[in-house]
Each structure stands twice: as C-alpha cells, then as structure tokens.
C-alpha cells in the first residue's frame, strides 16, 4: 500500500511521533521568522527628532558610589545635548543613567527609555524610565539596542556589560552597524583593549586586523565622551536636515 493511501485529510503532514521531521519543521518555521524579523527591523523613519544615546554599566554600583554620580552627570548632560538616553532599566548605573535624562527632561515621554529584560529574580524597572520596553531573551533585548543607538557608552560593568561591548564591537567590525560611536569609560576597558590587542596581533598567528582596534574609542573622563558625541551627533544632525529637505 502506497503511503499517500495511509494519509488522511491534509497531504503533507508530519507526524510529531516522527521527531526528525517535527524538528526540521521547526527550524525551518523559526529561520523564517528570523527573516520576516530582519526584514522589519530595516524599516527606519526619514528623521527623528532627537538623537539616541544607549549606556551600558552596572547593576551592581548602587548610588552614592563614584561611578554613580558620574553616570548620573554624563547622562544628564547628555539630555542637554538634545540626546535620548537609552539603558538596560534596571538598577545601578542603568538607574543612574536614567535618573540623569529624568533629572533633564521628566516630561519627555521618549528621553529616558529602559530596554529590560524578564529575570526569573524579576528585575523590575527603575522609577526614572519614561519609556520601557521589555525581553524574553538577551538575544532579543541586544538586538534592539543595536537598532536603537546612535552612540554607546560602556561604563564600568561586569559580564552582561562585557557582552554588550562584545556585540557592538564585533557589529561595527563588519560594518554591519556603521557611523555608531562606541565610547569605553575607564581604565578597566582600556586595560581590556590593550590585552586583546597584545593577544589578538601575535606576529604570525594574528587572529584580528589592527583597525580592528580603532572601532573603540578609549576615554578616560566624562568630558572626552561628551565630546566624541556631540561630534557624531552634529553629524547625524546635518543628515536629519537634508533627509527632511529632500521630502
């Protein structure tokens, strides 16, 4: 008896007892909607009214701490500038970051955004986030911020910190973001640098190109941050201008 003749209903089907074909289904299904996600994610407005600023740091460094004041100052002059200021949501130098946009701007709805992510310790979102968005999965959560940023900042942070810094850099190595300042606070990630540099450039066993070092920008004071943005940003301002001039 041929096999069609042992089907019922819809041809095609697959069995889930055949666990094989169930999971090619599956990942066929998923890598799918992997391309209908990217595809949407391409979409950008012709101009935005102001330009976006993601910081990245630490859970952990409550206020009162040095790097808690300073994060709080950086941001606030920041929202100055005319910039948003996007973070995780969470506590530390996230709030922070956060307290310093709202410090500046606590009416605008959009100036101090929290892109967080659902923990099963529940880390809920910090009272100065005007905006907040919320992740399933870290994969998920990193995506939107790497569409979401016009600049980045890593401030002193730990691994979930180091993992951000790591995305960014490895997406503006192959230029898969571009024209995206990442700006590193501190002499704890210029002491990174410096060792992926003397490990990665092994004469003979090069496992990076040495521009590859350039895409961070080292800065050791808030002043040297604030600087390389606001160079980014008059440049971002002046594509805004003549994107919306030619409507």
């Given at each position: 008896?041929?096999?069609?003749?042992?089907?019922f209903?819809?041809?095609?089907?697959?069995?889930?007892?055949?666990?094989?074909?169930?999971?090619?289904?599956?990942?066929s299904?998923?890598?799918?909607?992997?391309?209908?996600v990217?595809?949407?994610?391409?979409?950008r407005?012709?101009?935005?009214?102001?330009?976006?600023?993601?910081?990245?740091?630490?859970?952990?460094?409550?206020?009162?701490?040095?790097?808690y004041?300073?994060?709080?100052?950086?941001?606030?002059?920041?929202?100055?500038?005319?910039?948003?200021?996007?973070?995780?949501?969470?506590?530390?130098?996230?709030?922070?970051?956060?307290?310093?946009?709202?410090?500046?701007?606590?009416?605008?709805?959009?100036?101090s955004?929290?892109?967080?992510?659902?923990?099963?310790?529940?880390?809920?979102?910090?009272?100065?986030?005007?905006?907040?968005?919320?992740?399933?999965?870290?994969?998920?959560?990193?995506?939107?911020?790497?569409?979401?940023?016009?600049?980045?900042i890593?401030?002193?942070?730990?691994?979930?910190?180091?993992?951000?810094?790591?995305?960014?850099?490895?997406?503006?190595?192959?230029?898969?973001?571009?024209?995206?300042?990442?700006?590193?606070?501190?002499?704890?990630?210029?002491g990174?640098?410096?060792?992926?540099?003397?490990?990665?450039?092994?004469?003979?066993?090069?496992?990076?190109?040495?521009?590859?070092?350039?895409?961070?920008?080292?800065?050791?004071?808030?002043?040297q941050?604030?600087d390389?943005v606001?160079?980014?940003?008059?440049?971002?301002?002046?594509?805004?201008?003549?994107?919306?001039?030619?409507?």
């Amino acid at each position: 008896m041929s096999t069609d003749s042992q089907n019922f209903g819809q041809a095609g089907t697959v069995k889930l007892s055949d666990e094989d074909a169930a999971i090619g289904v599956l990942e066929s299904a998923v890598g799918g909607l992997w391309d209908v996600v990217n595809e949407l994610t391409r979409l950008r407005r012709t101009t935005r009214q102001n330009y976006r600023v993601t910081i990245f740091g630490s859970a952990r460094l409550q206020s009162g701490t040095p790097a808690y004041e300073g994060v709080q100052t950086l941001a606030a002059e920041l929202t100055r500038m005319g910039c948003d200021i996007l973070t995780g949501g969470g506590p530390g130098l996230m709030q922070a970051a956060n307290e310093g946009a709202h410090s500046v701007a606590s009416g605008g709805v959009g100036r101090s955004v929290g892109i967080n992510i659902e923990l099963p310790h529940e880390q809920s979102v910090n009272p100065f986030v005007t905006q907040s968005f919320s992740h399933r999965t870290f994969f998920s959560r990193l995506h939107h911020f790497m569409i979401a940023s016009d600049a980045m900042i890593v401030t002193p942070g730990g691994i979930g910190t180091l993992l951000e810094l790591s995305l960014a850099w490895q997406l503006l190595q192959v230029r898969h973001l571009c024209n995206t300042p990442l700006i590193l606070v501190g002499k704890m990630w210029e002491g990174l640098v410096d060792w992926a540099r003397g490990a990665m450039l092994v004469a003979g066993s090069e496992l990076a190109s040495p521009e590859d070092f350039e895409v961070p920008h080292c800065v050791e004071t808030i002043a040297q941050a604030l600087d390389i943005v606001r160079e980014n940003r008059a440049v971002w301002l002046a594509t805004q201008s003549g994107e919306a001039g030619s409507d």
